[in-house]
Every structure is written in C-alpha cells, then in structure tokens.
C-alpha cells in the first residue's frame, strides 16, 4: 500500500436530484461554427456515456428539452469538451468556434452566467501555465506551497465574486464550496506527494500547517453535487486510516477505510455515495477481498450499486495469484504485432502508463535500471501505453531512447485492461513464466523490493 494518495487515474461523482426537487426538463440549443463532428454530447461531470445528443444540421442543432437532475455536466464536441452546469429550467443556447474552442465558448438564456462564469474560470486556470500542474509545485517547501496554492485559490475566489451576486442561488452554493473543498484537497495531499516528487518518504508537515478537515462537513448531502467533494471526504478517511497502520502494515488498509465510511459519515445518503465511489474506483486488489465485500454489502443499498459491487467482486477473484492472464495483441513502436502469448516461458513485467502522467514518467528511470540489470536473465519488461495520443507515445519512447518492449493501446477496453480493471496509471502487472497471474497489482519499480522480488522468482 504505497503512501502516495494522488494518482492519475481519474475521481467520480453521482449526480442525483437533491432536495431543491426533483428531476426535470431544461431546454438546449447550440451553434457550431467550424464543426469536426456531427452531434454534441451532454454527459455527467465524471463519465462518457451521453446523457443527451444534439444532432447537428449545418453546425446548428435546435432547441430540445430533456431531463436532468441539478448538477455539473460536460459538453463534448469532437475531442474537446467544457464544463457545464445544469438545472431543471435552465433553457441555455450554446456556441463556439472549434477552431478556438475553450476562447469562443459562450451561452446566452436562463443559466448562460453561471455558465459562461465556468468558460471563463477554465481560461484563468490555463493562464496559470505549469502552477496549474499540482505535481509541479507541490514538489516546493511547505510555506511556497501554501503561498502559491493560497494565490491560485484567491484569484479564483475573486473571478467567482465578481459574478456572484447575479448567480442562481443554488449554483453560487455549490460553486462557492467547490471552490474551497478543490483547495482544501490540494493541502490535504501536500505531504504524501512533496514526500513522493522529491524522494523523501520520511516528510511530514510542520506543527503549524492548517489542517485541512478541520470543518470538513460530512452531514449537508447537497456537498455531492462539488465534483472535488468526495475525492475530499476520501483524503479525510485515507488520513485517519493512515494514523491506524503501525509497523508498515497496510494489509488492512481499506478494512479500516470502509469501517470509516460508516463510523465517521452519519448521513446515509453521503455514506452510501461515499461507498459507491470506493466500490467503482478502489474497490480493486486481492487483499481482504471477502472480508471488504460483506462490509460494503452493508453499506449501499441501490441496486445499480449493488450490482457493480457483484461484477467487481467477481473479477478481481479471477486475478488471484495463479489464474491465467487473458492475452492481449497490440502493435510495438516499429508497428510489428505483439502478443503476450509471445513471451510463454519469460517472466513477464507489464507497466502500464501514459506519457501526461507525471507518477508514470518519474517510475521509468528506475524501470530502465531494473532492465539493465537484469537483461541477461529470463525476463521480459513490456511498457503499454494507455488512453494518450500515439504521435506523443512515439516522440516520447523514440526521444528518450526507453528501453524494453513498448506497446500501444488504441483504446481502454482491450480485454486485458478490463480483466485487470486498471482504470488508473500507472500500474504494474507480474506474469509467471506459464503465464499465470503472480501480482494483479505489483510493486512500483521506484520499490527496492521489487528488485529482490524479481531475482528470488528468477532464481526459483
């Protein structure tokens, strides 16, 4: 169980109507100048499955009504998307030039200052440059970081009051909060990644660091509707967790972590969301599967929920230690066909990555010692790169000269990475020389014990 509590898989949020009432319809227009698809796509904040899609006739698609529950949504238009808000009512007209996308978004109707707020609140943080990068300046010392993170929150803070006076009352709620949980989340993560970007896993924050939970508010349901609010309530209980492990011991992590879910969240309704997210995004090693299933049957009540509780349930029993790897077929950076099935009789080390993933990137020089000194043994190292573009995976493996075997997936449904449910990167996968599963999730190559690890099974 590694310390570091940021990772460049992506967090989820369920929208749900809260008690402003129930779903209902909101009307939608857009005009599309210079259009590179066919349709606009509405979905929620955190997924890709559209909710709503707006055909477009000569870069124009008509007013239409549908059904939404209060919340954040994404517009997506191409490759491109932008961030907006929706509420029952709301009767927005959407346009934008693709050659500019993000400069040209505007929206006019009911709904159209909150939303053009939010296109001009994205540009504020691209002005930001490389500060926009947490992984950049967390790597400063403590009173840098909270100077620069202080700033960047305060000129967003200033951005939101110059409107808010004439934002839906709902809207300046949630936004406002948003806005404070987002940096309440980023001091929350400062010591275990200044620790990880600068290689001192001994760091601690001094006595005077402000606590970052100290009104964390676990009770008021409409919290939900912030997308950064329970990735927040996650570093809130990965804090307390963290203070329960002794000796190193993580194997009960996320005994612990579930326990929390239920003793620290009284509201039913946070706690259940709370599991849910677990259950779709950590819900995915081996260690006290049967134990953390039955807990967290107690926990969610929906069937949706329960549900994916089952199905993942199931899946990671079929990664246990000694089930057979599913094969994969994709193309190496000189385009010859690869097979896993290629390398039967090989140990096999998978490191699956990305080239914006700053974790990926700072584990390759280590990847690339571990190679060298074991390339004269019977192993195999094989680098997949993941969700990223192929021009970039190309320049990055050609420029940097990495070694081992390097693969390209066009898309993240491949049945290996649904067998081995790896949503997020980076993340390390151990065959056997049968091909036979001896880590669904293994060590990081940064890990000194993998080394060990390697040689004793290459001795064996």
């Known amino acids: 169980m590694s310390k570091v509590i940021f990772f460049c898989f992506f967090a989820f949020l369920f929208f749900s109507a809260i008690s402003y009432g129930q779903t209902k319809q909101i009307y939608f227009s857009a005009q599309i100048e210079n259009p590179v698809d066919d349709s606009v796509y509405i979905t929620p904040f955190y997924e890709k499955t559209p909710i709503k899609v707006f055909k477009l006739v000569d870069g124009e698609a008509k007013t239409d ?55 001009e609140k994205y540009l504020l943080i691209e002005s930001f440059g490389k500060l926009r990068a947490y992984t950049y300046y967390a ?97 809130y209980l990965e804090s307390l967790c963290y203070k329960k492990i002794t000796n190193g011991d993580f194997s009960n992590f996320y005994i612990y972590f579930i326990d929390f879910i239920n003793s620290e969240i009284k509201s039913k309704k946070t706690k259940e969301e709370v599991a849910f997210y677990y259950i779709k995004w950590r819900f995915n090693d081996l260690n006290n599967i049967d134990e953390r299933y039955q807990k967290l049957k107690q926990l969610v009540t929906k069937k949706e929920y329960l549900a994916l509780l089952e199905i993942n349930y199931q899946k990671i029993k079929k990664q246990a230690k000694g089930n057979i790897s599913p094969n994969f077929e994709l193309y190496d950076i000189d385009s010859n066909l690869v097979k896993l099935s290629d390398f039967k009789g090989k140990l096999v080390y998978i490191d699956i990555w990305s080239t914006w993933c700053s974790p990926c ?76 599963i001896i880590y669904a999730d293994a060590i990081r190559p940064s890990n000194k014990k993998i080394i060990e690890e390697l040689i004793k099974l290459l001795e064996d």
């Not at 929706?86 to 007209?93: Q, R, T």
């Not at 400063?140 to 004439?166: G, H, W």
Request: some cysteine; charged content about 25%; proline content about 3%.
């Open 65 to 119: 009504s549908f059904y939404v529950s209060m919340g954040y949504y994404k517009i997506h238009h191409g490759v491109e998307s932008t961030t907006i808000f929706l509420k029952p009512n709301f009767n927005l007209n959407f346009s934008l030039n693709t050659k500019e996308f993000d400069e040209t978004a505007k929206y006019k109707g009911k709904g159209a200052t909150e939303n053009n707020y939010l296109a």
């Open 139 to 235: 790597k400063f010392d403590e009173q840098d970081f909270l100077r620069i993170s202080d700033s960047l929150y305060q000129l967003q803070v200033k951005l939101f009051n110059k409107y808010k006076a004439n934002f839906d009352k709902d809207f300046a709620f949630i936004e406002g909060k948003d806005l404070e949980i987002r940096y309440l989340s980023k001091l929350s993560n400062y010591e275990s990644m200044h620790g990880y970007v600068t290689n001192n896993n001994d760091f601690k924050v001094s006595e005077e660091y402000p606590n970052p939970f100290k009104n964390i508010d676990l009770k008021d349901t409409v919290l939900l509707l912030s997308p950064d609010y329970i990735d927040y309530v996650n570093n």
């Open 361 to 436: 990137i700072k584990e390759i020089p280590y990847l690339m010692e571990i190679e060298d000194s074991l390339k004269a043994k019977n192993i195999v190292f094989i680098s997949i790169c993941k969700e990223d573009s192929r021009e970039r995976w190309y320049n990055t493996v050609t420029y940097n000269k990495l070694s081992g075997i390097h693969l390209f997936a066009p898309n993240k449904n491949i049945e290996f990475f649904n067998f081995f449910m790896v949503d997020g990167v980076p993340r390390y996968i151990l065959l056997d020389k049968n091909g036979k």
